[in-house]
């Protein structure tokens, strides 16, 4: 089993930057972020917002952030990262940093069900 720890986020302008991370306990394939409105509940309702391959050769991103964030990742420190310009009030959400296990696999998942192991979360407030 492996954990996943957010940190980064918090209080942000409109307009400004923010920068995620997220730590692994161990190494994970696939990895990306996703967030969640206060008003859903359920983990499969989680926006997807961008996932990197475990080389970091493939990426995708979510339609409401393509153009304004980039997602990386260490795999010698088991760590993503997410870092987002332009923030819109609308970009404020719990992020969730969410892994596959490590399969050699290129696939890129976009659904909340693609991903087994899930961090707690991390909040990010934009202000206007």
């Known amino acids: 089993q492996v954990q996943l720890v957010e940190s980064g986020g918090g209080l942000l302008q409109a307009g400004g930057s923010l920068r995620l991370s997220c730590a692994a306990s161990?190494?994970?394939?696939?990895m990306a972020w996703f967030r969640q409105d206060p008003g859903k509940e359920h983990e499969l309702e989680r926006e997807f917002v961008a996932a990197i391959s475990y080389l970091g050769h493939l990426e995708e991103q979510g339609d409401s952030v393509r153009g304004r964030c980039t997602i990386s990742r260490d795999n010698a420190k088991n760590t993503l990262y997410l870092q987002m310009n332009s923030l819109k009030p609308e970009d404020t959400a719990v992020y969730y940093c969410?892994?596959?296990?490590?399969?050699?696999?290129?696939?890129?998942?976009?659904?909340?069900?693609?991903?087994?192991?899930w961090g707690q979360g991390t909040q990010v407030t934009v202000s206007s």
């Open positions: 161990g190494r994970t394939g696939l």
């Open positions: 969410a892994a596959r296990p490590y399969d050699g696999s290129n696939y890129i998942g976009t659904r909340a069900g693609d991903y087994v192991y």
